[in-house]
């Protein structure tokens, strides 16, 4: 089964670019991507850039209607995430708990919906 895991933080949490501690973060994350890779676990994954930079799109009586930035106005804002391939929701969870932002934000599993 797939599940995503959606990587949520805000944005002055964690390791900022340019610190002596950014390097081992992103280096943190390309080994967990290795590990999926070699667990055969690995979809899909990617960072997103900056909430700002988000369009929301909404169609009101046909009308289509778009609003700068992200849909929900929240503190922890969605950076990225991963589609993974695993045989239970524990087994998601346990990869989820190894994603670097799960130290300081959040990581939400959810079940891919298939429709056959």
Known sequence: MQYICLIYSAADA?????????????????E?????????????????QPATTATTVTRENGAIETTDGPF??????LGGYYLIECDSLDEAIEYAAKIP?????????????TFD
Do not use: S, W
């Open 32 to 48: 967990f991507t290795t590990l999926l890779k070699e667990k055969g676990a690995l979809v899909a994954g990617d960072a997103l």
């Open 14 to 30: 964690g390791p900022a670019p340019g610190t002596p501690e950014f390097g081992p973060y992103m280096q943190a994350y390309q």
């Open 101 to 113: 932002t799960a130290e300081h934000g959040r990581i939400e599993v959810r079940p891919i919906m």
């Open 72 to 77: 929900a106005e929240t503190k922890e804002q």
